[in-house]
């Protein structure tokens, strides 16, 4: 992906990054089944822990409703940011499998 006119603004010239996208793909069916401080510790743990992933393969997070965007390659670039967005993904991934329920 091309940064935007916002990034070439910001950064001064264009750069090639990956963004990835994850998000709590049950949350309408959490927040129903538990009480608002619940689901607050819940969303906030699962953001966290996310966002940690994200950044141990040099992302930079952004938090969006019941999830994260990372980018990798920028402010900093990075060569291999492709190669670390799909690090990212993929040690998230044991963490947050299919049906987890912490």
């Given amino acids: 992906m091309r940064c935007s006119r916002r990034c070439f603004e910001r950064y001064g010239r264009v750069k090639q990054?990956?963004?990835?996208?994850?998000?709590?793909?049950?949350?309408?069916?959490?927040?129903?089944?538990?009480?608002?401080?619940?689901?607050?510790?819940i969303m906030t743990a699962l953001v966290e822990?996310?966002?940690?992933?994200?950044?141990?393969?040099?992302?930079?997070v952004e938090y969006h409703g019941d999830?994260?965007?990372?980018?990798f390659g920028a402010p900093t670039a990075l060569e291999d940011h492709a190669f670390r967005a799909c690090g990212a993904a993929t040690a998230g991934r044991p963490e947050f499998g299919p049906g987890d329920r912490r």
């Fill in 49 to 60: 822990r996310s966002s940690m992933v994200a950044r141990q393969y040099s992302g930079t």
């Fill in 67 to 71: 999830g994260i965007m990372a980018i």
């Fill in 17 to 41: 990054v990956t963004l990835l996208f994850a998000d709590v793909v049950p949350s309408m069916d959490i927040a129903a089944a538990v009480d608002i401080e619940r689901l607050r510790e």
